[in-house]
């Protein structure tokens, strides 16, 4: 499991919709409820690519 500064997910968002991530520890993933997108976190750092995203 990698955990992530709560000051930086405060500070993130989604890159499509500008909206707030919340953090899913199961799959290590940053998640935009609004763009149905959740982006991976790669070696505790966060992959913000639309490309490298995964649908949800």
Not at 8 to 17: D, F, G, K, N, T
Not at 27 to 35: D, G, I, K, P, Q
């Amino acid at each position: 499991m990698v955990t992530i500064d709560k000051k930086l997910l405060e500070i993130l968002v989604c890159p499509v919709s500008k909206k707030s991530l919340k953090l899913n520890e199961e799959t290590n993933e940053l998640v935009c409820e609004e763009s149905g997108l959740a982006y991976p976190i790669k070696d505790g750092i966060p992959v913000m690519l639309p490309e490298k995203a995964r649908k949800i």
